[in-house]
């Protein structure tokens, strides 16, 4: 393969502090100038155009860093293994299927499809020392690199943070693991369900008197995948003063102590044992859960006294108002069972879709409980563009989950498609790595790349 000293252009929509310290071009590195300067305004004014991450995750708690990361405009380098890929592309069905005459096999994953969009995909075996070779070069050209291997696997590829630190000082260098770095669980493997367990979260969930549960979807994953990813940008604001990169060690263990939040403030305060699973009532707040309605379910939040007066007018009873057993919160609590049981026996007398209109405009929080299909069609989630459709290559439209932050002088967004497995590895290969076309095809025919 061919050496090359490199340079990452500084057109408009890059800005020189955030950028690794590159040397000067060949006449060859002009070519990739342009790429870079198409890519950026591709990606238009969007918070991180210009910055790219080598993205050596898989799964979803790191797939989902790196999307939230290409969402805001990073060019996301995944690299994949060459014939497996990532593991959630055999994770179906269902399978967004392949249009005839593109590809065998079901199709795409739609849980790879979920974490993935706005990507390239590399496919490279890092096992050959001529993938480390690549890895290596890419490391040049990148910003951040984040992986999610259990602590030390990468050090027997020279992929490790002291390795790359010495290739690219400037290098944000982002570790994703089950439980840490450091400490007795360090080597432990850690998937979402299992610090969950751990770490509290499933002791707290499911209803009062029912066995502990997992949460529906794998949230602990994904407020580590939304950690990482505002620690990347701070480490890259931190660069841009202090010129150096950073190693960063993000631990779902961590991150899911931290979001038992007020619960864990509670016990540290009280020195007491929690009070357990609690449905979807709360332990502090009356009214606040699910009752039953005629034809289903719907929460409601009384969460203080004039709330609650809008509630007891809203069900035709405002004696309740002044009931003596109720007129305050703490009282409410106190006497949650009496009060809860008077509110469903009012529920039942109506459709859900009837206590909705009776409550609209009155203040009052509210909600139906709708399942995935109904939250996908709601009025207010099309009105916020959260559903929008891309063509894929080998599967046609389809229809993805938006990104969820609006800015007033930005469009992120879903700019290209999940890649399919090794669709831009010629193209990397041959503008970042600066490899020529019988380099790459050697790569392939040797296992390499695909």
Same mark, same amino acid.
């Given at each position: ?277 609690? $449905? /979807?009532?709360?332990? =502090?707040? &009356?009214?606040? +859960?699910?009752?039953? !309605? ?6 409601? *939040? ?71 299909? $109904? /939250?996908?069609?709601? =009025?207010? &989630?099309?009105? +916020?563009?959260?559903? !929008? ?6 599967? *046609? ?54």
């Amino acid at each position: 393969m061919k050496s090359f000293l490199t340079l990452r252009s500084l057109t408009k929509g890059y800005n020189p502090l955030l950028l690794p310290n590159h040397g000067l071009a060949s006449a060859a590195r002009w070519r990739s100038f342009a790429t870079d300067a198409a890519s950026a305004q591709a990606a238009g004014n969007l918070p991180l155009a210009g910055i790219r991450v080598l993205d050596m995750t898989r799964v979803l708690a790191g797939p989902y860093c790196t999307q939230i990361l290409g969402d805001l405009g990073a060019e996301i380098i995944k690299v994949e293994h060459p014939t497996r890929g990532d593991d959630t592309r055999a994770w179906g069905p269902p399978f967004a299927k392949y249009k005839e005459g593109t590809k065998e096999g079901p199709g795409e994953s739609a849980y790879y499809l979920a974490v993935n969009r706005n990507k390239k995909s590399l496919g490279l075996s890092f096992a050959h020392e001529s993938g480390i070779e690549i890895l290596h070069k890419l490391v040049k050209e990148c910003d951040v690199l984040v992986e999610n291997y259990i602590p030390g696997a990468l050090k027997k590829y020279k992929m490790d943070y002291e390795t790359l630190k010495a290739i690219n000082p400037k290098l944000i260098y982002a570790s994703i693991t089950g439980y840490g770095q450091t400490g007795p669980y360090s080597q432990r493997a850690g998937y979402d369900v299992m610090v969950e367990a751990e770490m509290g979260l499933m002791h707290i969930t499911g209803s009062r008197d029912g066995p502990p549960v997992k949460v529906g979807v794998a949230v602990t994953d994904l407020t580590t995948g939304l950690y990482t990813s505002n620690a990347i940008m701070a480490a890259l604001l931190g660069r841009a003063r202090t010129g150096k990169g950073q190693w960063i060690d993000s631990a779902l263990s961590d991150c899911q102590v931290a979001t038992l939040s007020n619960l864990a403030s509670s016990a540290l305060i009280s020195g007491e044992k929690d009070s357990g699973r609690w $449905g /979807t009532a709360h332990p =502090s707040i &009356v009214p606040y +859960r699910a009752y039953k !309605t005629k034809d289903g379910d719907i929460l409601l *939040g009384g969460g203080n006294d004039r709330l609650y007066g809008v509630l007891c007018d809203s069900l035709g009873h405002p004696e309740w108002k002044a009931d003596e057993r109720f007129v305050s919160n703490n009282l409410r609590v106190k006497n949650r069972e009496v009060l809860d049981k008077m509110i469903e026996d009012k529920t039942r007398e109506k459709t859900t879709q009837e206590w909705l209109e009776i409550l609209e405009g009155s203040g009052m929080p509210y909600s139906a409980i709708n399942d995935i299909q $109904g /939250t996908l069609n709601h =009025s207010h &989630v099309q009105a +916020r563009g959260m559903v !929008t459709e891309i063509d894929h290559p080998t599967c *046609g439209p389809m229809k993805l989950v938006n990104t969820p932050i609006k800015y007033s002088d930005a469009t992120p967004g879903v700019r290209t498609p999940p890649p399919t497995l090794g669709q831009h590895s010629d193209e990397v290969l041959r503008d970042l790595v600066n490899l020529g076309e019988s380099d790459i095809s050697q790569l392939k025919k040797d296992g390499v790349v695909a």
